[in-house]
């Protein structure tokens, strides 16, 4: 009886300790999946304000004037003012519009999911306004944020760059041992608003992505509704696409096409 009282105090210590691990997980995966911590200290200053519900979001106008808009989405922990000059010169026949989300760089307020998509609506509506036709490009975590848009909003062109089919499969790999179906309170289902996204559209895949493996790329792509362009960077990581001659020549042609 010692015995199984004993293996019954460890299993209880065992499942205690899970659920204390489910709670940590819970409890603290918007601060692992968002890094606004990197963002905060703009290289450049914003010179774009726009107020949403519960925030003032905050950016950068590129090339202004033109009859084209393009939305820029960026990825996870980027300072967007470090690549102003290269977005400028993937549309020069755009007007660019770089806005840090919520809670990221000068932006205020707390990143959520569904925040993130209101303020990136907004954005559209504000933008569509004055502009004939508006482009949306997503990289990495504004990936999900561009389909959002382009799954609710008439996006004439959509550009996907290392993006994932949504993050709860992603994290479904990286924790296989956690319930996330029932934890997760940002999942991003970008695959299952696939069938929305009927525009031209690109999808950029890094080789050797780290950070979303290539077979989430890939079943993002295959569950477009229309084929997509794909263009695959075989020895690019996660953070490095911008590095190679393809990567912008493509964005050019695909972003000045009528």
């Known amino acids: 009886m010692s015995a199984l009282r004993t293996l019954g105090a460890l299993a209880g210590l065992l499942l205690a300790g899970y659920l204390a691990v489910l709670a940590l997980l819970f409890f603290g995966q918007r601060s692992l999946l968002y890094f606004p911590q990197f963002t905060r200290d703009p290289v450049i200053e914003p010179d774009f304000t726009l107020d949403v519900e519960g925030a003032t979001l905050r950016g950068w106008v590129l090339n202004p004037g033109r009859p084209k808009a393009l939305l820029y989405f960026g990825g996870n922990a980027?300072?967007?003012?470090?690549?102003l000059d290269d977005v400028a010169a993937w549309a020069p026949d755009h007007?660019?519009?770089?806005?840090?989300y919520r809670g990221f760089g000068r932006s205020s307020g707390?990143?959520?999911?569904?925040?993130?998509?209101?303020?990136?609506?907004?954005?559209?509506?504000?933008?569509?306004?004055?502009?004939?036709?508006?482009?949306?490009?997503?990289?990495s975590l504004g990936s999900g944020v561009a389909t959002h848009v382009?799954?609710?909003?008439?996006?004439?062109?959509?550009?996907?760059?290392?993006?994932?089919?949504?993050?709860?499969?992603?994290?479904?790999?990286?924790?296989?041992?956690?319930?996330?179906?029932?934890?997760?309170?940002?999942?991003?289902?970008?695959?299952g608003r696939a069938p929305a996204l009927t525009m031209p559209t690109l999808v950029v895949i890094a080789g050797r992505d780290e950070v979303i493996p290539v077979a989430h790329s890939e079943a993002l792509?295959?569950?477009?509704?229309?084929?997509?362009?794909?263009?695959?960077?075989?020895e690019a990581r996660?953070?490095?696409?911008?590095?190679?001659?393809?990567?912008?020549?493509?964005l050019r042609r695909f972003f000045g096409a009528e």
Do not use: C, N
Request: hydrophobic share 55%; charged share 20%; glycine share 2%.
């Open 221 to 234: 792509a295959a569950a477009l509704p229309k084929p997509p362009k794909v263009l695959r960077l075989p």
């Open 238 to 250: 996660h953070a490095d696409v911008q590095a190679f001659p393809e990567y912008a020549a493509t």
């Open 95 to 100: 007007t660019v519009y770089l806005v840090a």
């Open 150 to 191: 382009a799954a609710v909003r008439p996006v004439r062109r959509l550009a996907l760059v290392t993006p994932f089919d949504s993050v709860l499969r992603v994290g479904q790999a990286m924790y296989p041992w956690a319930p996330l179906r029932w934890l997760l309170l940002d999942p991003f289902d970008s695959v």
């Open 78 to 83: 980027q300072d967007l003012s470090l690549v």
């Open 110 to 139: 707390e990143p959520s999911e569904a925040a993130l998509a209101a303020d990136a609506i907004a954005l559209f509506d504000h933008v569509a306004a004055t502009h004939a036709a508006v482009d949306v490009y997503g990289r």
